[in-house]
Nanobody, 119 residues
């Protein structure tokens, strides 16, 4: 069974940086699509970054230019480098994975999330 485990969350001051990681334990395929989702307090979860099977990345407008997603297929690990964070970046960050990317956020595997608080 595949289990996604996020790490790296915590508290950071506005303008600072934070790096999140997500390891896909039990993933046996050579390639994957992995994505990051953000759920602000009291709001719906939304996709903010994805890395597809070929390594191409896509970002939501709210994080483009500030966040960088990358994936190490050999380690089945997804990263999110968060720079110039803002208070509105506060929330729970979830990792998701599947064989292919879903434009509507339908992924088979999800992590339990990691909290990021920006003050």
């Amino acid at each position: 069974d595949v289990q996604l485990v996020e790490s790296g969350g915590g508290s950071v001051q506005a303008g600072g940086s934070l790096t999140l990681s997500c390891v896909a334990h039990g993933w046996t395929e050579a390639k994957s699509c992995m994505a990051w989702f953000h759920q602000p307090p009291g709001k719906w979860r939304e996709g903010i970054a994805a890395v597809d099977r070929g390594g191409s990345t896509s970002y939501a407008g709210s994080v483009k230019g500030r966040f960088t997603a990358s994936k190490d297929d050999a380690k089945t690990t997804l990263y999110l480098q968060m720079n110039d964070v803002k208070p509105e970046d506060t929330g729970v960050y979830y990792c998701a994975a599947d064989r292919v990317c879903s434009p509507v956020g339908n992924y088979t595997y999800w992590g339990v999330g990691t909290q990021v608080t920006v003050s």
